[in-house]
Structures are given as structure tokens and as C-alpha cells.
């Protein structure tokens, strides 16, 4: 999304300047380097997914191991490039579908090898995945030696799907900041560490891989395996861990199962329901938004009820909103010698210090708001729209600032007016900064082809339904601001 609304989205991370433009560089790269005794990977941006391994050998080792499997199959799903799991026959309510022992969950603690530790401090406690990819790393190095090699043998060899590893066409065409910058923030940091710490390893006593040398692609496949598969069991404080063949089974915002903890630390997937036979099973990842779930696990929802469009509150933006409304300006807030920082210099203080009660302004405010969902507005938005469009904090009445952003609790007609077709008009300017409208978009997803009339890749095409949801958010939320206008009292104003 370019033009001058483009620093309305929320800024993931500052502008990506790395050598050569790392996300380029991977997300371009015409193949993995080659390792692990001279095998090449296949291309981390390839549609394909295939399992290289077999899940039977993988239950086998489960079954040895101590756990157990019933009932269950792993088939493809979808279109072919991805696998799941699917009910073998039919299933009761609270069945034991895998236990899988606590031994066979691949994490790190304080017991794995010190090499590896000392690697894995010097990664950001907030990178969990970048944590645990490089276990999943040293365990592949290990090849048949690793006590995991039956699982490790069944990784996708290629991760579709994952932004970070779209050519540069797919990017692009994802058109939406929050996304895109914060693409460029988890390119910039794995270059870095590959280049500073994984490259001077092989044939140092510091080297957890056996010599081999892991490049920023390795580590990139790794990365992207891991923020795919792995659950955090052991809490949000603990090193995730990646669950063999639990893994396996996809998302649903219905889950038919689910995971459960035993005390001895084995995990369990338990249907929560009657499940018929070649039916497939599904775990909840969470109430997670499509840039979520694009960017770990490389697959969007179409009508996803936690889907949001995310903003940075800017007075200036609302300013423009306000003129795009065609509402009078006589009697309202005005930004004359407002910076781009969102700050409030030019309001009356008691204003000012409103928005930052909302935590909109002051110091260290929070300046990431939302659209779409219900209420199709922000609360702490619509909060400050009221604010702003009062003349003196006696039209307040008093409500404590908390209530303000309640949706229908205005404070009066005339006001909710022109809040409500402030926030409208925000969202059609959004709408208008894209190149391309919905229905257009949505033409090309049905005929699958390019305007030179050539296939659309799968990356390009999941490009596309991603800032679809995105488009079809704000159409929703300009609908339901305008039913609710249309809900007031004498709802005309000027």
C-alpha cells in the first residue's frame, strides 16, 4: 500500500536497510545452499510440502517409545501441498487419539548439550522459534543418530505459504504494512545471526552441529518448521516444544479435539466430540488474526471472526478523515503545527490529556488501534473521536474516560455523528490507498490467472486472499458504522 496513508499502518519495525537487501536475498534465493553432507534442501518458497518420511514409521517409533496412537490417519488436505490428520474410523467424545511421552517432545532444558545453550542465549527470549529451530537444527545434523530421526525424517521439506519465503512478486502484492515490515524485521535479524553467529561455528569447540555449516537458509527452513508446528505446553515462560505427529493436525476455529497435559509431563489429543469415520481433526491454534496465522503458518481464513486491520492513531489522519466526511471545521480540533508523531500539541490540554488517559498521547503511548470485528471500531478510536469533537469537557457528562469508546453509548446525536462518519471516512481512505478494489481481487482468485493471463502461484494467490480479508474488514466495518448513523436520532448533521 503506497501513498501518503501508507505510515497510517502500524510500523512492525524500522525501515529495513541490511546488506544487500536481505529480504531479497531470501526471498528470491533460487535455492537452498546445500548441507547436511552435501544434500540439498528443496526451495523454501516451493508450494510443495510433501512428507519425505513415512508417519507410519513416526507412530511406530511413538508406539516404542511408550505412547500410543488410535484411530487416526494422516492424509493430504486441500490442494495437495500440505498433510493432515483424519479419523480412521468413527470416535467417541473424550477419546485418546495420540500420547505422545514426554520424551518424545522435542524441546531444550537445562540438560541439552552446553554448545547449544550458549547459541541459543544469545537469541532474544521474545525469538521462542528462533530458539528452538536450532535444536531442531543439531538433532538434524545428527541425521539417524538422533534420537529423534523418525520425526525429524517427516518435516516438510519445503514450508509454503511462509511470507518470509515468497519471491518478490507475492510480497509485494501483500500490500499491507503490519505484514510486510514485519517480513523485513525477521529477514534482517536471521541474516544477521547467521552471519555473525552460525557462520564462525563449524570447527570451534562452540559448535552444537558437528561442523556443518548452517546458512541463513537452513536456519530460515528451520524457523519457519518450527513457528508452524510448535506448542507452547509447558507455558508461556517455558521453551516451546515441537510434538510429533500431534503436530500434524490442522487448525479450526471449531476444533473437534484437543491437547491435554498429564502430570508426568506426556500430552494427549483428546477428541471433544462424536467424530465420524474419515473425518478431519482439527486443534485450535488460538483466536489468532490472518496476519498471525499468514505469517507462522502460512495460511489465511477467509471471514475470520479475529481478523483486524491494524492502525497507528495519527491526528492528521483523522484530520484528513474529517475533511473527507465534509464535516464543518468551525467549532473542531484542528492539527495546525502537528507533527507526524501522533502527539496532541495542538489540542486544549484537557483534551490533551484525555487521549492520554486512552494512552493515545503522552510519553510512551500506545498508538496501535484496530478496525473490523464487532464493534467494527476501536474502542479507545472511537473514544477519542468523541473527545475531539467535544467543545469543552463538560460535554463529557462526566462518564469516566473507560466508557467513552463503548459502541452506542454516545454522548449525544450530533456528536456520535460526526465521530461515527470520521471513523467511516478513515476506513474508505484506507480502502483507496490499495491499487486494486475487492472485486477485482476477487475476479482474479476465481480465474487463478495474472493479467498476462498466466497461472497465479500459490504464494501469489494466498497474497491476494490475504488483503482481500483485509479490504472486505473495512467494507464491513463502513456498513455497520453507517446502519448505526442511521439508528440515531436526527442523524443529519453538518
Not at 515462560?237 to 476455529?253: E, K, V, Y
Amino acid at each position: 500500500m503506497q501513498g501518503v496513508f501508507a505510515n497510517c499502518f502500524v510500523r512492525a519495525a524500522p525501515a529495513y536497510t541490511a546488506e544487500a537487501s536481505g529480504v531479497a536475498y531470501l526471498a528470491s534465493a533460487a535455492s537452498l545452499c546445500a548441507f547436511f553432507q552435501g544434500q540439498p534442501l528443496r526451495h523454501l518458497h516451493s508450494s510443495s510440502t510433501r512428507q519425505p518420511g513415512s508417519p507410519a514409521v513416526l507412530g511406530q517409533w511413538i508406539l516404542e517409545q511408550g505412547g500410543a496412537v488410535e484411530g487416526i490417519a494422516v492424509q493430504p488436505v486441500g490442494d495437495g501441498t500440505g498433510y493432515g490428520l483424519w479419523s480412521s474410523q468413527e470416535l467417541e467424545r473424550g477419546q485418546q487419539l495420540i500420547l505422545l511421552p514426554k520424551q518424545c517432545q522435542l524441546t531444550y532444558d537445562e540438560e541439552s548439550k552446553p554448545e547449544l545453550l550458549g547459541l541459543i542465549e544469545q537469541v532474544p527470549q521474545e525469538l521462542w522459534g528462533a530458539r528452538l529451530a536450532l535444536q531442531v537444527l543439531a538433532h538434524r545434523t545428527q541425521g539417524a543418530d538422533s534420537f529423534f530421526s523418525s520425526y525429524i525424517q517427516n518435516l516438510p521439506v519445503g514450508v509454503s505459504g511462509i511470507p518470509m519465503f515468497f519471491a518478490r512478486e507475492p510480497l509485494r502484492a501483500i500490500d499491507y504494512a503490519p505484514v510486510t515490515q514485519q517480513v523485513s524485521m525477521r529477514c534482517q535479524w536471521l541474516l544477521h545471526f547467521a552471519r555473525e553467529a552460525l557462520r564462525p561455528l563449524p570447527g570451534t569447540p562452540a559448535d552444537p552441529f558437528s561442523g556443518t555449516l548452517i546458512d541463513a537458509n537452513a536456519f530460515g527452513w528451520a524457523l519457519a518448521v518450527v513457528t508452524s508446528r510448535a506448542f507452547r505446553v509447558a507455558g508461556p515462560s517455558q521453551p516451546a516444544s515441537m510434538l510429533p505427529l500431534i503436530d500434524m493436525c490442522n487448525h479450526g476455529f471449531t476444533p473437534n479435539c484437543k491437547l491435554q497435559t498429564a502430570g508426568n509431563g506426556d500430552v494427549q489429543l483428546i477428541t471433544l466430540q462424536d467424530i465420524p469415520h474419515q473425518q478431519p481433526l482439527h486443534l485450535s491454534y488460538g483466536n489468532l488474526g490472518n496476519d498471525f496465522l499468514l505469517m507462522d503458518y502460512g495460511f489465511v481464513v477467509p471471514g475470520n471472526p479475529f481478523d483486524r486491520v491494524q492502525l497507528s492513531f495519527n491526528l492528521e489522519l483523522l484530520e484528513a478523515a474529517k475533511e473527507v466526511a465534509h464535516l464543518h471545521t468551525s467549532h473542531l480540533w484542528s492539527t495546525k503545527g502537528q507533527g507526524t508523531s501522533g502527539a496532541s500539541t495542538a489540542l486544549p490540554i484537557w483534551q490533551e490529556q484525555a487521549l492520554t488517559h486512552l494512552n493515545l498521547s503522552g510519553p510512551n503511548p500506545d498508538l496501535q488501534i484496530m478496525i473490523g470485528g464487532d464493534p467494527p471500531i476501536d474502542a479507545r478510536l472511537l473514544a477519542a473521536l468523541r473527545i475531539l469533537y467535544c467543545r469543552d469537557p463538560t460535554e463529557l457528562g462526566g462518564r469516566p474516560l473507560v466508557q467513552l469508546g463503548a459502541w452506542g453509548a454516545f454522548l449525544t446525536p450530533a456528536n456520535e455523528v460526526r465521530a461515527l462518519r470520521t471513523a467511516a471516512a478513515l476506513c474508505t481512505m484506507l480502502l483507496s490507498q490499495w491499487s486494486s478494489l475487492p472485486q477485482e481481487d476477487q475476479q482474479t482468485l476465481s480465474l487463478g490467472l495474472d493479467p498476462a493471463g498466466q497461472p497465479l502461484s500459490n504464494d501469489m494467490m494466498l497474497a491476494i486472499q490475504f488483503r482481500l480479508q483485509k479490504k472486505r474488514l473495512l467494507l464491513q466495518a463502513v456498513n455497520a458504522i453507517s446502519k448505526q448513523i442511521q439508528a440515531l436520532p436526527g442523524h443529519t448533521v453538518t
